[in-house]
Every structure is written in C-alpha cells, then in structure tokens.
T-cell receptor, first 112, second 113 residues
C-alpha cells in the first residue's frame, strides 16, 4: 500500500479520545505557523493557523499551542473521530516570505 | 468548483522523456508554488511565483522549468526524466504578502520507470 515503509511518527488513538500532535519547528525567527491535514491521495488541507504574538488559538475541535521559547507547536484535537485519520504537518513562515517550510508529518490513526 | 486544480493526477513515463504538469487556480491569488513530496511524505518547496515572476527557486535541477502564462496558471515542465524524479508534485497558491496560508491542489503522482 501507499504507506508501506513510511516510518512516519504515528499516533494511534481510540475514537472519542483527545489527540495531541507535536511539532518542533526550525527557525526561531518564524512568526506564522499553520497545521495542515493530508488525507490519503489528497493535497494538504488547512486546519488552523497561529501568529507568533499568540500562544494559543482555538478552532472547532482543534487547538494550536505555540511555545516560542522551545520552538514547539502542538495541535490538540478533541473527541477524535475516524475521519480525523490522516497525516498532519506543521508549517512555518517568516514575515516578508510567503513560502511555507513544512515539518515532518505525523500519522494519526483513529480506531472506531 | 475546485480552487487549485492540477492535471494529470497520475503520470507514468519512461526515463529520458519530457513531461508537463498543469496547474490552475480560481482563487484570484497572486502567488503560486510547486512543492515536491517524497516517499517519506516530506514536502519541500521547489518554486514560487508572484504575479508571473519567479521569486524562489530552491536547489532544483534545471531540468525542471516552471512557466506562468498568467497569474492563474503555473505549469511545470520536466526534461529528461530520471528515476529520482518519482514523487508527488503539489501546486499551491496564496494571496500576496506574508502570513497567509497556501491552498493546495490534489497532487500529481509521477512515476518514472
């Protein structure tokens, strides 16, 4: 299958659990961060973003936390559903540059 | 309506051939990109265009040549395809300026045999 040999970090949870996906970003000067979700056979899809002047932002069932001191970003998904199964990427960018730099993905597997 | 569409979705070709992937966006964005996703799912920027002008060209072999006939289109032409070019290629677009998310197409899975 498509995922054989991927060796992506994987988080396996039960339906209804809360999930936390972590990301260490690379550039301490980055000031804009996005979480993307990529389902099998599809392109990355925007979930939520956060600017560096914030440390927390909430969306529908999702929360992003930013810790600039340790260059860490996390995505919390409440009441995880099987439809949340996908690869999740964090991305960073820097003021003056529109290009996003992606981190390594994390695969989230949700069992019913 | 598809916001960022790229064709073809799958492309299987022999080494040494020349091929093109087309991308169109109907979001009215000024900036378009090509990203390459390898077998480990790592996404890396290849090119960035703003208003038809090349603004970023990461260390991509010159066998890869992007062409932007207008700001809604950014095509990728690849000459003399090599086995290592096998990957999924994503087109994306965003508004001008920074601190803005990119919208991605569905990807083109290129397999070079």
């Amino acid at each position: 299958g498509e995922n054989v040999g991927l060796h992506l970090p994987t988080l396996s949870v039960q339906e209804g659990d809360n999930s936390i996906i972590n990301c260490a970003y690379s550039n301490s000067a980055s000031d804009y961060f996005i979480w993307y979700k990529q389902e099998s056979g599809k392109g990355p899809q925007f979930i939520i973003d956060i600017r560096s002047n914030m440390d927390k932002r909430q969306g529908q069932r999702v929360t992003v936390l930013l810790n600039k001191t340790v260059k860490h970003l996390s995505l919390q998904i409440a009441a995880t559903q099987p439809g949340d199964s996908a690869v999740y990427f964090c991305a960073e960018s820097l003021s003056g540059y529109s290009t996003l730099t992606f981190g390594k993905g994390t695969m989230l597997l949700v069992s019913p | 309506d598809t916001a960022v569409s790229q064709t073809p979705k799958y492309l299987v070709t022999q080494m040494g051939n020349d091929k093109s992937i087309k991308c169109e966006q109907n979001l009215g964005h000024d900036t378009m990109y090509w990203y390459k996703q390898d077998s480990k799912k790592f996404l890396k920027i290849m090119f960035s265009y703003n208003n038809k002008e090349l603004i970023i060209n990461e260390t991509v072999p010159n066998r890869f040549s992007p062409k932007s006939p207008d700001k809604a289109h950014l095509n990728l032409h690849i000459n003399s395809l090599e086995l290592g070019d096998s990957a999924v290629y994503f087109c994306a677009s965003s508004r001008s300026g920074d601190l803005t998310e990119a919208f991605f197409g569905q990807g083109t899975r290129l397999t070079v045999v």
